[in-house]
């Protein structure tokens, strides 16, 4: 008989930083063992709004890892990918967090290729 897990999704809009006439805006998406486990978002997804975009994907993330480390605290490993305009990737990442009261803070990156323009994932949420 074959058994079918199903992970309900829970997503989070937070928008900042409106500079000029355009917004971003971060979608975190709960789901799978990450969520499950650590109540953390396996997948963060910025978009930008305006000056004739519609609604452009310019970043993506996705947890991949908790590492433990003893002493802790244990740290959250994430790979960021961000695009151009057209869809092209222009960076790939790791980020590294470490847990803090209500959202995880960087504490070291790894640039796999390309060349960062800004910092999109600056924080991660630790809890919903």
Not at 15 to 31: E, F, P, S
Not at 36 to 58: C, H, M, Q, S, W
């Amino acid at each position: 008989m074959k058994k079918t897990l199903v992970f309900s999704t829970l997503s989070i809009l937070i928008l900042a930083g409106a500079a000029g006439a355009g917004q971003w805006a971060t979608k975190y998406t709960y789901y799978g063992e990450l969520s499950e486990v650590y109540d953390i978002p396996n997948t963060a997804t910025v978009y930008y709004t305006g000056e004739g975009f519609r609604e452009l994907k310019v970043g993506y993330a996705e947890a991949i890892e908790i590492i433990e480390k003893d002493p802790g605290p244990n740290l959250l490993r994430i790979k960021e990918t961000h695009y151009n305009s057209d869809g092209s990737i222009i960076y790939e990442g790791y980020l590294d967090f470490s847990p803090g009261l209500n959202y995880c803070t960087i504490v070291g990156e790894k640039k796999i290729r390309g060349k960062k323009r800004n910092q999109m994932f600056d924080r991660w949420p630790c809890r919903r």
